[in-house]
């Protein structure tokens, strides 16, 4: 029987500047579009203001790496000049609803950013988000079912709305985890996805834990996905002793911590020399493979993996 989560959707990183997030990641050589931040009117009538929180996306093939940062109710500051105020419409009925959601989404991505900057956010991909929920349900892993949300997009023919079909876990002391429906190619080909780097897909996040809970959180996240841990991923878990065997002088502010995720090159070569001309430092992992640290990347260290080869195959 097929598994019904089988690669990563993305990773969201928590930024508290996001026009310092934006040029850090295309320093590391990825195309980032400037960010989107959702604009409502605090009472009617009034103008509306930035609100909730901004986001954009480094957009890979079946996968990308957001860049989020709440915002407080009109207060731009951290936004770079060209951020794309989006305004939201509600009946005025409806509006004191929807404004208390955007708040707690906002406190939220602050009480994670006022933990630590780094990566709070991990979702997983399935191709049948209904089908996912059931399982978990079964398995007794509580979520907040499945919603979809629409997305808007910008496509040569103009704004078109894209489905989002997700559900949340409950409980995950690192941060948000959930399922997200696999992305549509219909969508995703009208993204920037030829970066200077090369990055093709987001192939591992690493889950560091305190020493002696690794057994709890090794079976926790096999009940999520359905099957046991494997050294292909999409998860590498380890415990805080075990990390500098991973990470060389890697030191989490915190614990459990998304301390780390994977991207695949196709040419670590021409990565080296990109991250060297732009003054950024690297490490080699314990595996060999290249990352950039935390300290230099915003509390979240890169790894670089080269895997040559069709990409659709570079995850299973």
Not at 47 to 56: L, R, Y
Not at 200 to 217: H, K, M, N, T
Not at 257 to 272: E, G, N, R, S
Request: charged content about 20%.
């Amino acid at each position: 029987m097929p598994h019904d989560i089988t690669r990563l959707h993305h990773v969201g990183h928590v930024v508290s500047d996001m026009a310092q997030a934006i040029a850090l990641y295309r320093r590391l050589g990825f195309h980032v579009p400037p960010p989107s931040v959702p604009a409502l009117a605090p009472r009617e009538g009034a103008a509306p203001e930035p609100f909730g929180a901004a986001n954009t996306h480094a957009d890979l093939f079946r996968s990308f790496v957001e860049l989020v940062t709440p915002v407080k109710p009109g207060n731009a500051a951290g936004l770079p000049l060209d951020a794309r105020i989006v305004p939201l419409q509600a009946p005025p009925e409806k509006l004191p609803l929807v404004m208390s959601r955007i708040e707690e989404t906002s406190a939220q991505l602050g009480g994670w950013r006022d933990r630590f900057e780094g990566l709070h956010i991990l979702m997983f991909s399935s191709p049948n988000v209904d089908g996912t929920g059931n399982r978990l349900t079964a398995a007794g892993v509580g979520h907040g079912g499945v919603n979809t949300v629409g997305r808007p997009v910008e496509t040569p023919n103009g704004v078109r709305t894209e489905p989002v079909c997700y559900l949340e876990i409950d409980g995950a002391p690192e941060g948000r985890v959930g399922v997200v429906a696999d992305l549509d190619p219909a969508f995703q080909h009208t993204r920037h996805l030829d970066h200077p780097n090369g990055a093709q897909d987001l192939v591992e996040v690493v889950l560091c834990v305190p020493d002696g809970q690794l057994p709890l959180v090794r079976e926790r996240y096999e009940r999520y996905l359905g099957r046991p841990i494997s050294a292909e991923g999409p998860v590498t878990l380890l415990t805080e002793a075990d990390l500098p065997d991973l990470l060389p002088g890697e030191d989490p502010p915190a614990l459990p911590a998304l301390v780390a995720c994977t991207v695949a090159v196709p040419d670590i070569a021409l990565v080296h020399a990109l991250l060297a001309e732009n003054g950024l430092p690297v490490r080699e992992t314990g595996r060999g493979e290249l990352f950039v640290p935390a300290e230099a990347a915003l509390g979240a260290a890169l790894i670089f993996r080269e895997i040559r080869g069709d990409v659709m195959s570079i995850s299973g």
